[in-house]
């Protein structure tokens, strides 16, 4: 069975205001940041039990009594995380059992002696949304797929408030990917003039294009956002994303604790923006899907290849690892079955600063 190598969990953070969209570069800023990440490191048994228990419960819905594997409604049902105020790091002699627990189970712990060295619940620097985010249209849906053919990927999204190490209730996470061969709903073609451009040479923005513009806007596909739920987690199902000139494979987030619902299309109007992102997958993964089917058909394949994780333009990769590398933004990945035809379910905890407001546009 092909074995996934990463972390538990993914831990972000964005520093203040004026540090939206910017990685620390002045002592200061660095650290401010290295503040940040020791005060937060008491949480980091919060985090991993956190992570641990969605996986032993998604774990056992496999294992409950049935030759197959669940449908996604079992998988993701509101039962799945029933377990977690039963974790065992915070229950004691007096533990009730009750609501009580519910609300303690994510508060920091005095525990320092821990195997999770570089993961905390700090978010790491904002990184860019990139060019293809659509500030209207994204559908409110857990199921983002809308008919785009690809290796089926369920999310599993934790998200802690990283001032409180708590988890974060009906905080809308939104994501958006390219689909199997590089393309992003309403962006299909570049502009004419730019028919024929050549990727950039040098520089961060080495291996780009200019980006397509929207000329399709009904085109929804592989987008969607959805509220997380009372523990602080949010599922969605879509397929493995693509790959383009210059960027390495990522799935696009924001968080937003304060949106409202649209009720004639389903879709939402956001309110503070607390975090932007974007995650990644290891790249033995990444390899074998390569080799998949429609992965195979990506029309760059032969000539400009994927780009690697550490090839990434705008620094992107690497500054979703922080200041000084101590965070990882891959998901962990396992196998649905037997074999990675069969599906994968990715599984990524963010710590996000909930009192946080950074503005929601496009910053290249």
């Known amino acids: 069975m092909l074995t996934i190598h990463g972390v538990l969990l993914s831990a972000f953070l964005g520093i203040g205001l ?9 002592d200061h800023e660095i650290e401010v940041q290295r503040a940040l990440q020791a ?37 993701f049902s509101t039962e799945t995380y029933g377990d977690l105020a039963d974790s065992p790091h915070q229950h004691s002699e007096h533990s009730s059992g009750d609501a009580t627990d519910d609300e303690t189970f994510m508060k920091c712990t005095p525990i320092s002696d821990t195997h999770i060295q570089n993961n905390t619940c700090v978010l790491a620097p904002e990184v860019t ?25 369920l999310l599993d999204i934790g998200v802690i408030d990283v001032e409180t190490c708590k988890p974060l209730p009906n905080v809308l996470v939104d994501i958006w990917q390219a689909n199997a061969t590089g393309s992003y709903a309403g962006h299909p073609v570049p502009h004419p003039h730019l028919v024929g451009e050549k990727p950039a040479s040098e520089g961060k923005r080495r291996g780009l294009l ?16 959805w509220p997380t739920d009372k523990n602080g987690v949010v599922q969605f199902t879509t397929i493995y994303p693509g790959y383009y000139t210059g960027r390495a494979t990522h799935i696009h987030t924001k968080v937003f604790p304060e949106w409202s619902v649209i009720q004639e299309n389903n879709t939402f109007k956001a309110g503070r923006l607390s975090h932007v992102g974007q995650w990644f997958f290891d ?24 780009t690697r994780n550490i090839q990434d333009s705008l620094n992107i990769f690497a500054d979703s690892h922080g200041a000084e590398g101590k965070y990882n933004p891959v998901f962990k990945v396992h196998l649905l079955g037997g074999v990675v035809s069969q599906g994968l379910v990715g599984y990524i905890t963010m710590g996000v600063n909930a009192s946080a407001s950074y503005d929601n546009f496009w910053k290249p």
């Open 18 to 26: 004026t540090l939206a969209h910017h990685h620390p570069k002045t």
């Open 39 to 75: 005060a937060a490191y008491h949480c980091a048994p919060a985090v991993e039990s956190f992570t641990a228990s969605r996986k032993r419960a998604w774990a056992q819905q496999v294992l409950a009594g049935t030759p197959g594997l669940p449908g996604h409604q079992q998988l």
């Open 129 to 153: 949304e990139g060019p293809y985010y659509h500030t209207e249209d994204h559908p409110i849906r857990q199921n983002i797929a809308g008919y785009q053919n690809g290796l089926l990927l």
């Open 210 to 225: 200019s980006s397509f513009p929207r000329t399709v806007h009904e085109e929804t596909w592989l987008r969607g956002a």
């Open 283 to 306: 790249e033995d993964l990444n390899t074998v899907i390569d080799n998949m089917y429609p992965y195979v058909t990506n029309p760059i394949r032969d000539t400009l290849g994927r």
